[in-house]
């Protein structure tokens, strides 16, 4: 626990473009210290005094020196947003699995998203990454059943939640049991491309889809 303490004291002097209360990271941290992080903050323990934000940002593209940027010019892509909406999980994410995550997160910034994780979301959260207008890429984790996808405190999402979505969101990921069968009451205009499985998921099938080739986050849906 005293190694995470000093490892969350280094990340927290990165001020720029940071939301109030967050945990900024770069891929300076090994594998190993980033997926303790990870693991710290997603299974929602908090048992550290520092961690106490629901929120990090994976930057790897702020240049101190270079001058005032926009937030397109260090970030071209856009924000890779992930919301954790899984509650007290009901299986815990193995060690290596948290270091694949890292590694992802990891991928993306160097392809130049700035990668938000954000845990415990709400309704309110989700709809507001949403409709933000830095936003490209959602990844949805929560669990869900044939009705829909539920957020941190089980509330089921309304319908409606993506209506206002912004005109740069162009990819949504829905890691949760029966999305193929609910999905299209998100998303009713198949004008967004979005992706999901039938039945049971796990967190592990999760991390494999983003390590396979099949997928791709600049991907969008077919015109």
């Not at 490892?7 to 980033?34: H, P, R, Y």
């Not at 934000?53 to 397109?72: A, D, E, W």
């Not at 319908?159 to 990921?173: E, G, M, P």
């Not at 890691?175 to 193929?180: K, N, P, R, T, V």
Request: proline fraction near 2%.
């Amino acid at each position: 626990m005293i190694k995470i303490i000093n490892i969350v004291i280094c990340l927290l002097l990165i001020q720029e473009f940071s939301f109030a209360t967050q945990l900024n990271v770069n891929s300076k941290m090994n594998e190993s210290d980033g997926a303790k992080i990870l693991q710290e903050l997603m299974e929602s323990t908090h048992n550290s005094p520092l961690i106490t934000s629901n929120r990090l940002v994976f930057h790897n593209h702020i240049q101190k020196k270079s001058g005032k940027k926009t937030f397109r010019d260090l970030y071209p892509n856009g924000d890779f947003v992930i919301t954790w909406a899984l509650g007290k999980a009901s299986e815990d994410m193995t060690s290596n699995e948290y270091k694949e995550m890292w590694k992802i997160m990891n991928y993306l910034s160097l392809n130049k998203f700035r990668v938000i994780l954000e845990v415990k979301s709400t309704v309110e959260t989700i709809k507001m990454y949403a409709e933000s207008e830095t936003t490209s890429v959602m990844l949805i984790s929560s669990h869900g059943n044939t009705n829909g996808m539920y957020d941190y405190n089980t509330i089921l999402l309304p319908y409606d939640t993506f209506a206002n979505r912004s005109k740069s969101l162009y990819q949504v990921i829905i890691s949760a049991c029966y999305g193929s069968d609910f999905a299209s009451k998100y998303f009713p205009k198949n004008d967004i491309l979005v992706w999901r499985w039938g039945g049971e998921t796990t967190t592990k099938q999760l991390v494999q889809f983003l390590m396979s080739e099949k997928w791709n986050a600049l991907e969008r849906v077919s015109k």
